[in-house]
């Protein structure tokens, strides 16, 4: 079993900037793509960014240029700055990763709000 941890939410100014984490932990597992999605206020899931194991990366197109992911892949943690915020951005936020080739597993969820 794999657990994830997600952190770094919370409540922002417009034009500001957060990070998000999201760490994997378990026994004997290996992780390959790693993403984040984020949900808005009644509407569906939607991709954020991914970052393949090599590094190579996608954006949704409202996040390029102000949000970058990257992973440390010795910690099997996958991070999301999130630079000039904007109140659309205000989401629930949420880790994703593929594991053993096999499995998706889902963070719980962590709340960015972008507000004055």
């Known amino acids: 079993q794999v657990q994830l941890v997600e952190s770094g939410g919370g409540l922002v100014q417009p034009g500001g900037s957060l990070s998000l984490s999201c760490a994997a932990s378990g026994s004997r597992f290996s992780v390959g793509a790693m993403g984040w999605y984020r949900q808005p206020p009644g509407k569906q899931r939607e991709l954020v960014a991914v970052?393949?194991?090599?590094?190579?990366?996608n954006y949704a197109d409202s996040v390029k240029g102000r949000f970058t992911i990257s992973r440390d892949n010795a910690k099997n943690t996958v991070y999301l700055q999130m630079n000039s915020l904007r109140p659309d951005d205000t989401s629930v936020y949420y880790c994703?990763?593929?594991?053993?080739?096999?499995?998706?597993?889902w963070g719980k969820g962590t709340l960015v709000t972008v507000s004055s």
């Open positions: 970052i393949t194991t090599g590094g190579n990366t």
């Open positions: 994703r990763l593929v594991v053993n080739n096999a499995f998706i597993y």
